[in-house]
């Protein structure tokens, strides 16, 4: 069946560190959705990409999609303390029917 | 199997009205999800049921909003005195087991409900 994976697991940065999350999937994707889960809360959607190669930026976060769409990442430049928390990655197959979450890295950042 | 199916596919109503949406999920999953999903934009955790445990309603927006799984199967969501806002597609997911770890589980998701509120 369809897997995502995700690396790093776990992330420690100094503040104003830039950070990087990497998610691979077994199949093409349709899409790819990211998303940030602070600690004790539940997942809150960033963004979704759908073009091969796409590249979308918010701010100091900036999202790509691998051309053969089985792969992403996110950038974050210069990190703050708002920043911590769990980032997962969401692939959703070809048949639009199966949202398959990475395992998610877990980012800390030290004042 | 049969996927996990969700009625009615659509729904219109007019605002004030209370509506009840269905899911079936797939035999056998323990843990259901219910998201929102408005045009254009990513998943909207609303609420997650696992096994017999207390589910977790973190995500459902206001107290308008109420959910029910009976049986360890079948779920309802419920939404009260509706408004314009609440317009968006109502989306239903299993998971086999959705454990600690529920958000890593493949969900399998329905068609959705697509809710108008007039």
């Known amino acids: 069946g369809q897997q995502v994976m995700q690396i790093p697991q776990y992330q420690h940065v100094q503040e104003g560190e830039d950070f990087t999350t990497y998610c691979n999937s077994s199949t093409t994707l349709s899409n790819i959705q990211w998303y940030k889960q602070r600690p004790g809360g539940h997942p809150v959607f960033l963004i979704q990409?759908?073009?091969?190669?796409e590249v979308k930026k918010q701010k100091r976060l900036t999202f790509q999609f691998g051309e053969a769409k089985k792969n992403s990442s996110l950038h974050i430049t210069a990190t703050q303390t708002t920043d911590v928390g769990t980032y997962f990655c969401?692939?959703?197959?070809?048949?639009?029917?199966?949202?398959?979450f990475g395992g998610g890295t877990r980012l800390m950042v030290k004042p | 199997g049969a996927g996990v199916s969700q009625s009615p596919s659509n729904k219109v109503t007019e605002k004030g009205k209370d509506v009840e949406l269905r899911c079936d999920p797939i035999?056998?999953?323990?843990?259901l999800y219910w998201y929102r999903q408005s045009l254009g934009q990513g998943l909207e955790f609303l609420i997650y049921?696992?096994?017999?445990?207390?589910?977790?309603k973190s995500g459902l927006p206001s107290d308008r909003f109420s959910a029910e799984r009976t049986g360890g199967s079948v779920s309802t969501l419920t939404i009260q005195r509706t408004q314009q806002e609440d317009s968006a597609v109502y989306l239903c997911?299993?998971?086999?087991f959705g454990s600690g770890t529920r958000f890593q589980e493949t969900q399998y998701f329905g068609p959705g409900t697509r809710l108008l509120v007039l």
């Open positions: 997911a299993s998971s086999l």
């Open positions: 049921f696992q096994g017999n445990s207390a589910p977790d």
């Open positions: 990409l759908v073009k091969s190669g």
């Open positions: 969401a692939g959703t197959s070809t048949a639009g029917n199966m949202l398959t």
């Open positions: 035999s056998g999953h323990t843990a």
